[in-house]
């Protein structure tokens, strides 16, 4: 499998109590996290380019052609 096809793209629908670290409508990567699904939150890498949880709630999972997903995943 490559790594663009283990990794999940989220997309940011909400930020209230966020604001300085995630922005809304912007693509995030989402690292597996099997402890933190368990209480509804999702390890995604937000602006500083570290990962953190939260909630679920405030992300949509999106679903991207390969070609475009690479791309992305390389910006």
Do not use: W
């Not at 499998?1 to 629908?13: D, E, H, S, Y």
């Not at 937000?46 to 999106?62: H, M, T, V």
């Amino acid at each position: 499998m490559t790594k663009t096809r283990a990794k999940q793209l989220v997309i940011c629908v909400d930020n209230d109590g966020y604001a300085a670290s995630l922005e809304k409508r912007k693509i995030y990567v989402v690292l597996r996290d099997a402890a933190a699904d368990k209480h509804g939150m999702l390890r995604v890498v937000d602006e500083s380019g570290e990962d953190y949880l939260y909630p679920k709630a405030l992300f949509r999972p999106i679903a991207l052609p390969q070609a475009v997903k690479r791309a992305v995943l390389a910006a």
